[in-house]
């Protein structure tokens, strides 16, 4: 029952998403938990200028819940389900309309800055019809409650807000897609980079574990790239690796994780496939290379294994498919 609901949740968030949640959970739960964190540390640092404040029950709710999905997000936890982590959003920006509630009303004005906060993490990961909605709904409330509280200015703060708020996120989104781009993706191939291909394997084996899904992984080189580099130069080597790159987009499913390991080196992360799924997978690739030819090494997840054993054991499988060609 929580696997098909946890199912359900994510198919109807997902359209609500940039890019796949797969590819984005990682990066995603490692922001929201830094933002909870802060968010816990000065709302516990308010808590203690504040001693007077008639609010402070409510105030310590929310720093109660920061520190606990600071914990929960953390680190990847292979019994928490998907869609806790997309319904943060939401969640966090009831909380900061919450506090135009709680917020003593000559305090209120500084409660502005977690608006920009909260929807720069928005727009950086959701797409444009969301943060449109959020946006809207977001600030008609904020304007009810702080109109109807009698809140000094109400209109120039809350202009000065929604304006401050869209012109940060424009501006950080375009900066952050950019960095993102740079620091998760091989600028040649275009596929992840290392560090963010694991990344990303650590979370799908966790949740592999949760689902009781198989999870296949291959890693591979290709044969004799160091005699074309050679001989025709690094240009031409260049053009393998990228024409490697597209076939492997080409033969793969939108839920594959591909990375450039490094040099020559590339693997292969398959959700839900068995290791013989695997390796018709890396046929279909040999065939559409042609006479550019890999070694690859196929392994499924075993009970025991962690990322680093089982890249082990790809890399040893690897190792002796080439053995054989020589």
Known sequence: MKIVVDKLMCNWLKPWFKLDINQTLVE???????LYL???????????LLPDFNGRNWLAICIVYAFAMYWLFSTPRAWLPLWPSFVQVPVGLSIVVSLQW?????????????YPLTFIFTFHFYSRAF????????????????AHRG??????????????????????????SKLHQLAKFDSLTGLMNRHFWEASVNHLIALTRREKQPLSIVFFDIDKFKKINDEQGHLEGDKVLKRVSEMLKNVSRESDLHGR??????????PNTNKIQAQALIDRLQIDLGNVKVSPGVVSLLDGDDLKSLLNRADSAMYDVKMTKR
């Open 102 to 114: 709680i917020i003593p009303l000559d305090l209120i004005h500084f409660t502005a800055f977690l």
């Open 261 to 270: 390991w490094g040099g020559d080196e590339f693997a292969i992360a398959l």
């Open 151 to 176: 809140v000094p200015f109400w209109p120039v703060y809350l202009a000065t807000t929604f304006g401050a708020t869209l012109l940060l996120g424009l501006i950080v989104n375009k900066t952050a």
């Open 131 to 146: 943060f449109s909605m959020a946006m809207a709904l977001t600030f008609l409330a904020t304007g009810i409650i702080i």
């Open 28 to 34: 995603f739960n490692e922001l929201a938990s830094m």
């Open 38 to 48: 802060g968010v816990g540390f000065i709302g516990s640092v308010s808590l203690m």
